[in-house]
């Protein structure tokens, strides 16, 4: 797969989605991007010195180098950590190379719009290492002979500059069009879901089960893949898990999901007990790069087999909510849901059976309502 290729692809074809008749009115653009993407670039030409690292790739190879300089179970202390895939990069590939910086998904296609190389925003540098609470990288990273690499780093929704001149008038969007720092997905999703007061939280049911938790209290604890990012002066603790939509994709057809689900009486607990993972490892709220999918044994019904893979998947995210609980974060009160699980009712509640919870599906479940709240509001503060 040419993932540079078709990120890129993928951004100009919607710009060109944009209705001719809106374009005038779009002032500001920003963008989220899967959190720990990773891509190390010639700082000359902008150009990609290597394929991408993905936000699920782990670099075991790495781990052993960033642990002897990171302190104890710090957020970049695990093999998925953007820092992991810069050294092992760097120990593989890089020390020849002299000009290069690091980009995550989301920064490296904002590049393009605003033409400012080497400027991400700190939710996507929270996983290199960036210190959102310093602002500023901790000086036990700067030491490394790596750390020119590294992106200067913004507040999400910030603007960077304007539209490059050559985009805005082939597409017809305003002079003053803004292209501000963006998010990583679930964040965004966060943001989507405008939940505002401590102890909400909102669970991304897309490819993945990301969980963000608004709490007063920061908490990081590599061991169980747990992390803090930064919103405004609180904190959304959570972490992602392999589990979710990709696991679900594999098996069903989104058809297939949804008149299956028909079937499922959410009341009744499934007696089925997996852990689904479309392969081997584990990010939240285990933290174990060898664990196995467990998805059998596989019953006659596809209902039951469904309902069984969702109870497994809510079984998860419950004992996602009680661990960061258990680390010391604000307890949580209510379960907003984002992301294309969303739209499974039945899903949602055997989340709220398991969960014990209220969880219902917030207004907006597309990650990018909430990259354009970041793009609205970086164009409001900047006028
Ligand atoms: N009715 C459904 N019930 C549960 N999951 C669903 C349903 N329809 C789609 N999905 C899942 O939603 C996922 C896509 O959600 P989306 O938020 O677009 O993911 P991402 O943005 O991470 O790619 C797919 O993996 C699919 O399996
Ligand atoms: O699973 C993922 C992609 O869907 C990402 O890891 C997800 O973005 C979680 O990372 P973060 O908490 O930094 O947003």
Known sequence: MDWI????????????????????FISSISIDGTSATTIILDSNTGEPL????????????????VKAIAPANHTVCS?????????SWWNNEGASKKSAVLLHQADWLLWFLHGKLGVSDYNNALKVGYDPELESYPSWLLSQPYSELLPSVKAPGTVIGLLKEAIRTELGFPKDCAVCTGTTDSIAAFLAARATEPGKAVTSLGSTLAIKLLSTSRIEDARFGVYSHRLDDKWLVGGASNTGGAVLRQIFTDEQL???SEHINPMEASPLDYYPLKAAGERFPVADPKM????????QSDVEYLHGILESMARIEAKAYSLLKELGATQVE??????????????????????????R?????????????????AKQSNI
Not at 5 to 24: A, E, H, N
Not at 293 to 299: A, E, V, Y
Not at 362 to 372: K, L, P, R, S, V
């Open 79 to 87: 093999g998925t950590s953007t820092l992991c895939k810069l050294v």
């Open 361 to 377: 599906r917030a207004t907006q479940t597309e990650a990018a309502y909430g990259a354009a709240l970041l793009a609205l509001k």
């Open 50 to 65: 290597w394929r991408p690292f993905l936000y699920n790739e782990s670099c075991p190879d790495a781990l052993p180098f």
């Open 292 to 299: 196995l999918p467990r998805l059998n044994p596989r019953p």
């Open 5 to 24: 290729r078709s990120w890129k692809t993928t951004l100009f074809s919607l710009l060109g989605d944009v209705p001719i008749d809106l374009r005038p």
């Open 334 to 359: 209510e379960v907003f849901t984002a992301g294309g699980g969303a739209k499974n009712e039945k899903w949602t509640k055997i989340r709220e059976r398991v969960l014990g919870l209220p969880v």
């Open 258 to 260: 949804q008149k299956l």
